[in-house]
């Protein structure tokens, strides 16, 4: 069982900045595939940025540029950076881990490909 427990998020203004991190417990965290989900109000759930076991990376077209996906696995923890916040980032943003990791990189594009999921942790970017 892997347990995944999201912090970071809150109120900011555009342009603005925010750090999540999701810490995970249970397993080898340094094996899995880690990604970062949103879903705001009336939308469907969609990938934000993931990151695999070896340190390959995918995002967003929507944040590439304001977002940075990176991991810690001496800490068994993954990082969403968020730069240049605006309105329609305002999402729960979810954290999510995928223990079978031997298909290609961009298998890992998708919510279906991940197993367990943290709790969420709510961003709003408002002035």
């Known amino acids: 069982q892997v347990q995944l427990v999201e912090s970071g998020g809150g109120l900011v203004q555009p342009g603005g900045s925010l750090r999540l991190s999701c810490a995970a417990s249970?397993?080898?965290?340094?094996?899995?595939?880690m990604g970062w989900f949103r879903q705001a109000p009336g939308h469907q759930r969609e990938l934000v940025a993931r990151?695999?076991?070896?340190?390959?990376?995918n995002y967003a077209d929507s944040v590439k540029g304001r977002f940075t996906i990176s991991r810690d696995n001496a800490k068994n923890t993954v990082y969403l950076q968020m730069n240049s916040l605006k309105p329609e980032d305002t999402a729960v943003y979810y954290c999510?881990?995928?223990?079978?990791?031997?298909?290609?990189?961009?298998?890992?594009?998708?919510?279906?490909?991940?197993?367990?999921w943290g709790q969420g942790t709510q961003v709003t970017v408002s002035s």
């Open positions: 999510a881990a995928a223990t079978i990791t031997l298909y290609s990189d961009s298998y890992y594009d998708t919510d279906q490909r991940y197993d367990y």
């Open positions: 249970g397993s080898i965290f340094s094996n899995y595939n």
């Open positions: 990151i695999t076991s070896s340190g390959s990376t």
